[in-house]
Protein backbone atom coordinates (compact mmCIF):
# COMPACT_ATOMS: atom_id res chain seq x y z
CA UNK A 1 0.00 0.00 0.00
CA UNK A 2 1.57 3.21 -0.64
CA UNK A 3 1.78 5.85 1.87
CA UNK A 4 1.91 8.54 -0.93
CA UNK A 5 -2.18 8.94 -2.21
CA UNK A 6 -3.16 10.60 0.50
CA UNK A 7 -0.31 12.78 1.91
CA UNK A 8 -0.47 15.84 2.76
CA UNK A 9 -3.96 15.65 2.89
CA UNK A 10 -6.70 16.63 5.48
CA UNK A 11 -10.08 16.03 7.05
CA UNK A 12 -12.95 14.67 8.96
CA UNK A 13 -14.40 11.32 9.61
CA UNK A 14 -18.28 11.05 10.73
CA UNK A 15 -19.44 8.07 12.00
CA UNK A 16 -16.58 5.48 13.07
CA UNK A 17 -18.41 3.21 16.09
CA UNK A 18 -16.52 -0.15 15.49
CA UNK A 19 -14.35 -2.02 13.72
CA UNK A 20 -17.03 -3.34 11.42
CA UNK A 21 -18.36 0.39 10.72
CA UNK A 22 -17.27 1.45 6.93
CA UNK A 23 -15.95 4.80 8.77
CA UNK A 24 -13.69 2.64 10.39
CA UNK A 25 -11.82 1.27 8.08
CA UNK A 26 -11.85 4.56 6.18
CA UNK A 27 -10.38 5.82 8.40
CA UNK A 28 -7.86 2.97 8.62
CA UNK A 29 -7.06 3.19 5.00
CA UNK A 30 -6.48 7.02 5.32
CA UNK A 31 -3.98 6.88 8.03
CA UNK A 32 -2.17 4.06 5.83
CA UNK A 33 -2.09 6.67 2.50
CA UNK A 34 -0.80 9.30 4.58
CA UNK A 35 -3.77 11.27 5.33
CA UNK A 36 -4.53 13.09 8.30
CA UNK A 37 -7.91 14.13 10.16
CA UNK A 38 -9.74 13.80 12.78
CA UNK A 39 -12.99 11.39 14.30
CA UNK A 40 -16.32 12.40 14.95
CA UNK A 41 -19.21 10.91 16.46
CA UNK A 42 -22.22 11.91 18.75
CA UNK A 43 -21.44 11.61 22.22
CA UNK A 44 -24.46 8.60 22.45
CA UNK A 45 -22.66 6.99 19.76
CA UNK A 46 -19.29 7.09 21.51
CA UNK A 47 -20.49 5.73 24.49
CA UNK A 48 -21.35 2.69 22.39
CA UNK A 49 -18.38 2.53 20.60
CA UNK A 50 -14.34 1.98 20.44
CA UNK A 51 -13.72 4.87 18.96
CA UNK A 52 -10.63 5.63 21.60
CA UNK A 53 -8.59 2.52 19.79
CA UNK A 54 -9.29 3.67 16.32
CA UNK A 55 -7.68 7.60 17.21
CA UNK A 56 -5.00 6.03 19.20
CA UNK A 57 -4.29 3.54 15.85
CA UNK A 58 -4.39 6.45 13.68
CA UNK A 59 -2.77 9.32 15.85
CA UNK A 60 -5.85 11.28 15.66
CA UNK A 61 -8.06 13.19 17.95
CA UNK A 62 -11.46 12.84 18.90
CA UNK A 63 -13.95 15.96 18.20
CA UNK A 64 -17.72 14.88 19.44
CA UNK A 65 -20.27 16.47 17.80
CA UNK A 66 -23.80 15.76 17.53
CA UNK A 67 -23.99 16.16 13.53
CA UNK A 68 -27.59 17.57 13.72
CA UNK A 69 -26.62 20.57 16.03
CA UNK A 70 -24.70 23.43 13.86
CA UNK A 71 -23.25 24.96 17.03
CA UNK A 72 -21.50 21.52 17.44
CA UNK A 73 -20.80 21.25 13.93
CA UNK A 74 -19.14 24.99 14.08
CA UNK A 75 -17.04 23.91 16.67
CA UNK A 76 -16.13 20.74 15.11
CA UNK A 77 -14.85 22.24 11.53
CA UNK A 78 -13.39 24.87 13.17
CA UNK A 79 -11.40 22.79 16.03
CA UNK A 80 -10.44 20.22 13.27
CA UNK A 81 -8.76 23.40 10.77
CA UNK A 82 -6.77 24.25 14.19
CA UNK A 83 -5.27 20.71 14.62
CA UNK A 84 -4.83 19.54 11.09
CA UNK A 85 -3.09 23.02 10.44
CA UNK A 86 -5.17 24.16 7.69
CA UNK A 87 -8.34 23.95 5.67
CA UNK A 88 -9.81 20.21 4.58
CA UNK A 89 -9.58 18.14 1.68
CA UNK A 90 -11.98 15.41 2.49
CA UNK A 91 -15.25 14.70 4.80
CA UNK A 92 -16.74 11.34 4.83
CA UNK A 93 -20.29 11.55 6.11
CA UNK A 94 -21.38 7.93 7.89
CA UNK A 95 -24.29 8.56 9.75
CA UNK A 96 -27.33 6.82 9.62
CA UNK A 97 -30.56 5.74 11.82
CA UNK A 98 -34.50 5.19 12.08
CA UNK A 99 -35.52 5.14 15.20
CA UNK A 100 -38.77 3.49 13.11
CA UNK A 101 -37.03 0.35 12.29
CA UNK A 102 -35.40 -0.07 15.98
CA UNK A 103 -38.28 0.08 17.41
CA UNK A 104 -40.48 -1.96 14.35
CA UNK A 105 -42.74 0.51 13.46
CA UNK A 106 -43.46 -0.78 9.76
CA UNK A 107 -43.85 1.53 7.03
CA UNK A 108 -47.75 1.66 6.85
CA UNK A 109 -47.78 2.64 10.47
CA UNK A 110 -45.00 4.82 10.76
CA UNK A 111 -44.30 7.36 14.59
CA UNK A 112 -43.68 10.95 13.05
CA UNK A 113 -41.58 11.96 15.44
CA UNK A 114 -38.94 9.08 14.46
CA UNK A 115 -39.54 10.03 11.40
CA UNK A 116 -38.28 13.55 12.12
CA UNK A 117 -35.22 12.20 13.87
CA UNK A 118 -34.33 9.83 11.47
CA UNK A 119 -34.39 12.08 8.74
CA UNK A 120 -32.35 14.94 10.53
CA UNK A 121 -29.72 12.14 11.25
CA UNK A 122 -29.58 10.83 8.44
CA UNK A 123 -30.21 13.57 5.99
CA UNK A 124 -30.83 16.96 7.30
CA UNK A 125 -27.01 16.60 8.74
CA UNK A 126 -25.32 16.09 5.40
CA UNK A 127 -26.76 19.19 4.51
CA UNK A 128 -25.80 20.90 8.06
CA UNK A 129 -22.43 19.11 7.79
CA UNK A 130 -21.61 20.95 4.19
CA UNK A 131 -23.80 24.10 4.75
CA UNK A 132 -21.22 24.76 7.60
CA UNK A 133 -17.88 24.07 5.80
CA UNK A 134 -19.09 26.28 2.92
CA UNK A 135 -19.92 29.21 5.91
CA UNK A 136 -16.68 28.44 7.71
CA UNK A 137 -14.46 28.05 4.32
CA UNK A 138 -13.23 25.19 5.37
CA UNK A 139 -12.75 23.28 2.39
CA UNK A 140 -9.98 23.27 0.10
CA UNK A 141 -10.06 23.51 -3.34
CA UNK A 142 -10.10 20.12 -5.03
CA UNK A 143 -11.63 18.78 -2.00
CA UNK A 144 -14.09 15.86 -1.82
CA UNK A 145 -17.01 15.52 0.19
CA UNK A 146 -18.54 11.37 -0.18
CA UNK A 147 -21.65 10.13 1.69
CA UNK A 148 -22.76 6.68 2.05
CA UNK A 149 -25.94 5.46 0.79
CA UNK A 150 -27.92 2.62 -0.11
CA UNK A 151 -30.09 1.49 -3.30
CA UNK A 152 -33.06 1.45 -1.80
CA UNK A 153 -33.41 5.26 -2.53
CA UNK A 154 -34.00 3.84 -5.89
CA UNK A 155 -35.79 0.58 -5.63
CA UNK A 156 -38.47 -0.64 -3.03
CA UNK A 157 -37.07 -2.98 -0.39
CA UNK A 158 -40.03 -2.70 1.97
CA UNK A 159 -38.09 -3.88 5.55
CA UNK A 160 -35.45 -1.04 5.03
CA UNK A 161 -38.79 0.95 6.12
CA UNK A 162 -38.07 5.36 6.20
CA UNK A 163 -34.52 5.07 5.94
CA UNK A 164 -35.19 4.12 2.50
CA UNK A 165 -36.96 7.78 2.15
CA UNK A 166 -33.83 9.04 3.64
CA UNK A 167 -31.55 7.51 1.42
CA UNK A 168 -33.34 9.47 -1.62
CA UNK A 169 -33.48 12.88 0.38
CA UNK A 170 -29.18 12.35 1.23
CA UNK A 171 -28.48 11.81 -2.62
CA UNK A 172 -30.95 14.63 -3.35
CA UNK A 173 -28.44 16.75 -1.24
CA UNK A 174 -25.50 15.77 -2.85
CA UNK A 175 -26.27 16.76 -5.97
CA UNK A 176 -28.07 20.24 -5.52
CA UNK A 177 -25.42 21.36 -3.05
CA UNK A 178 -22.50 19.51 -4.96
CA UNK A 179 -23.87 22.20 -7.77
CA UNK A 180 -23.02 25.26 -5.37
CA UNK A 181 -19.53 23.61 -4.00
CA UNK A 182 -18.56 22.68 -7.38
CA UNK A 183 -18.94 25.81 -9.00
CA UNK A 184 -18.08 28.30 -6.39
CA UNK A 185 -15.28 26.33 -4.58
CA UNK A 186 -13.96 23.34 -6.77
CA UNK A 187 -15.15 21.05 -4.54
CA UNK A 188 -16.75 17.67 -5.22
CA UNK A 189 -19.25 16.32 -3.67
CA UNK A 190 -20.18 12.55 -4.22
CA UNK A 191 -22.34 9.07 -2.57
CA UNK A 192 -21.64 5.91 -2.66
CA UNK A 193 -24.63 3.19 -2.71
CA UNK A 194 -22.91 0.39 -0.84
CA UNK A 195 -23.78 -3.26 -0.94
CA UNK A 196 -25.92 -4.62 1.96
CA UNK A 197 -23.06 -4.65 4.70
CA UNK A 198 -22.71 -6.17 7.82
CA UNK A 199 -22.71 -3.40 10.15
CA UNK A 200 -23.77 -2.34 13.20
CA UNK A 201 -26.13 -0.18 11.66
CA UNK A 202 -27.31 -2.70 8.73
CA UNK A 203 -27.94 -5.33 11.08
CA UNK A 204 -30.87 -3.77 12.39
CA UNK A 205 -32.94 -3.94 9.39
CA UNK A 206 -35.28 -6.89 9.55
CA UNK A 207 -34.38 -10.07 7.37
CA UNK A 208 -30.96 -7.79 6.72
CA UNK A 209 -29.20 -11.78 6.55
CA UNK A 210 -31.83 -12.96 4.01
CA UNK A 211 -30.93 -10.14 1.82
CA UNK A 212 -27.48 -10.21 1.53
CA UNK A 213 -27.19 -13.76 0.70
CA UNK A 214 -30.04 -12.93 -1.88
CA UNK A 215 -27.82 -9.80 -3.05
CA UNK A 216 -24.27 -12.21 -2.87
CA UNK A 217 -26.09 -14.49 -5.36
CA UNK A 218 -27.61 -11.68 -7.53
CA UNK A 219 -24.30 -9.36 -8.28
CA UNK A 220 -21.60 -10.75 -10.76
CA UNK A 221 -18.88 -9.78 -8.87
CA UNK A 222 -20.57 -10.56 -5.15
CA UNK A 223 -21.22 -8.26 -2.58
CA UNK A 224 -18.61 -5.37 -1.69
CA UNK A 225 -17.01 -5.74 1.86
CA UNK A 226 -16.41 -2.63 3.92
CA UNK A 227 -13.07 -2.74 2.96
CA UNK A 228 -13.50 -2.35 -0.19
CA UNK A 229 -16.05 -0.01 0.19
CA UNK A 230 -13.19 2.20 2.57
CA UNK A 231 -10.74 1.00 -0.67
CA UNK A 232 -13.43 3.17 -3.29
CA UNK A 233 -13.58 5.62 -0.76
CA UNK A 234 -10.29 6.47 -0.91
CA UNK A 235 -10.12 7.10 -4.65
CA UNK A 236 -12.50 9.44 -3.72
CA UNK A 237 -10.83 11.41 -1.68
CA UNK A 238 -7.45 11.37 -3.81
CA UNK A 239 -6.54 13.45 -6.84
CA UNK A 240 -7.50 11.17 -9.20
CA UNK A 241 -11.05 11.36 -9.50
CA UNK A 242 -11.07 15.15 -9.46
CA UNK A 243 -13.60 15.83 -12.09
CA UNK A 244 -15.72 13.20 -10.12
CA UNK A 245 -19.29 14.70 -8.50
CA UNK A 246 -22.51 15.03 -8.45
CA UNK A 247 -22.43 11.13 -8.64
CA UNK A 248 -24.56 8.25 -7.29
CA UNK A 249 -21.38 5.67 -7.25
CA UNK A 250 -22.79 2.15 -7.07
CA UNK A 251 -20.17 0.11 -5.69
CA UNK A 252 -22.40 -3.23 -5.40
CA UNK A 253 -20.92 -6.07 -7.50
CA UNK A 254 -23.08 -5.25 -9.99
CA UNK A 255 -26.27 -5.68 -8.09
CA UNK A 256 -27.93 -2.70 -9.39
CA UNK A 257 -28.08 -3.47 -12.77
CA UNK A 258 -29.49 -6.83 -12.60
CA UNK A 259 -32.38 -8.23 -13.03
CA UNK A 260 -31.92 -12.05 -11.94
CA UNK A 261 -29.36 -14.30 -11.74
CA UNK A 262 -28.70 -17.81 -12.65
CA UNK A 263 -28.05 -18.44 -9.22
CA UNK A 264 -31.57 -17.15 -7.90
CA UNK A 265 -33.10 -18.87 -10.71
CA UNK A 266 -31.53 -22.29 -10.02
CA UNK A 267 -32.95 -21.97 -6.33
CA UNK A 268 -36.75 -20.98 -7.11
CA UNK A 269 -36.62 -23.78 -9.08
CA UNK A 270 -35.47 -26.27 -6.74
CA UNK A 271 -37.50 -25.23 -4.42
CA UNK A 272 -40.36 -25.54 -6.34
CA UNK A 273 -39.18 -29.37 -7.07
Known amino acids: MSSQLLEGKRGIIFGALDSNSIAWKVAENAHAYGAKFVLTNAPVAMRMGEINKLAEATSSEIIPADATSTEDLENLFTKAEEILGGKLDFVLHSIGMSVNVRKGRHYTNLNYDWLEKGWDVSAVSFHKVMQTAWKLDSMNEWGSIVALT ?32 GTKKKVRVNTISQSPTMTTAGSGVKGFDGFIRFAEKTSPLGNASAQECADYVITLFSDLTRKVTLQNLFHDGGFSNMGISDAVMEQFMANEE
Open 150 to 181: YMAAQRTFPDYNDMADNKAYLESIARNFGYHF
